[in-house]
């Protein structure tokens, strides 16, 4: 099965609310971490990365969140506005097992006015 | 606006048909990808090139030839397909292979009749 997998197919949050994707790896050796929004119709556009020798790292309005203990990553978003949604994608690589980044299942986030 | 571009935008083939799609960066990247992603679920690794030559061929079927003529151009060369060949084609780069961002380009959409 996957190796990263997300828990909540679809996330629904207030304008103006903060909104955290959650995302679980199964393999502890995976190394680099990555968080892709994608648009309807759009590729992928990477948003913040983390390694795995970091817990966390901000950026403009998202953090991200790494618990190597229970394998666990997620992205926070603050203040979360219309142009905010979309589907996010978790990916991992694992530079050990060929450099190939994996991509979680996704999570759609729907933004209310 | 990505900065990798990708042609056509969208691509409609029979199953007979040879057809190319193009992917091209400026951005001096060493690594290109190409990823096949299905509606509804995440990108799914095809081909990675480094420095021009391939690194990692995923068990694509041969009716998929990658090519990589110059370190800003890849190409994705498709013969006989199926229908379920159907999906958006996405490519990528990063400035190397490993634990880099990769930037996608908004894919080019193909349907087999």
């Known amino acids: 099965g996957e190796s990263v997998g997300l828990h909540l197919p679809t996330l629904s949050v207030q304008e103006g609310d903060n909104s955290i994707i959650n995302c679980a790896y199964s393999?502890?050796?995976?190394?680099?971490f990555i968080w892709y929004k994608q648009e309807s119709g759009k590729g992928p556009q990477f948003i913040i990365d983390?390694?795995?020798?970091?817990d966390k790292r901000q950026g403009q309005r998202v953090t991200v969140l790494l618990n190597k203990t229970v394998k666990h990553l997620s992205l926070q978003i603050a203040a979360t506005q219309p142009g905010d949604s979309a589907v996010y994608f978790c990916?991992?690589?694992?530079?050990?097992?060929?450099?190939?980044?994996?991509f979680g299942g996704g999570t759609r986030v729907l933004v209310k006015p | 606006d990505t900065e990798v571009t990708q042609t056509p935008k969208h691509l409609v083939m029979g199953m007979t048909n040879k057809k190319s799609l193009k992917c091209e960066q400026h951005?001096?990247?060493?690594?290109m990808y190409w990823y096949k992603q299905k509606a509804k679920k995440p990108p799914e690794l095809m081909f990675v090139?480094?420095?021009?030559?391939?690194?990692i061929n995923e068990s694509v079927p041969s009716r998929f030839s990658p090519e990589c003529p110059n370190s800003s151009l890849l190409n994705l060369h498709l013969h006989a397909l199926q229908p379920e060949d159907s999906a958006l084609y996405l490519c990528?780069?990063?400035?190397?292979?490993?634990?880099?961002?990769?930037?996608f380009g908004d894919g080019t959409r193909l349907s087999i009749l």
């Open positions: 990528a780069s990063s400035q190397d292979w490993g634990n880099q961002p990769q930037h």
């Open positions: 393999n502890s050796a995976s190394d680099y």
């Open positions: 983390i390694r795995s020798n970091m």
């Open positions: 990916a991992e690589n694992m530079r050990a097992a060929g450099n190939k980044l994996t």
């Open positions: 951005m001096g990247h060493r690594a």
């Open positions: 090139y480094s420095y021009e030559k391939l690194s």
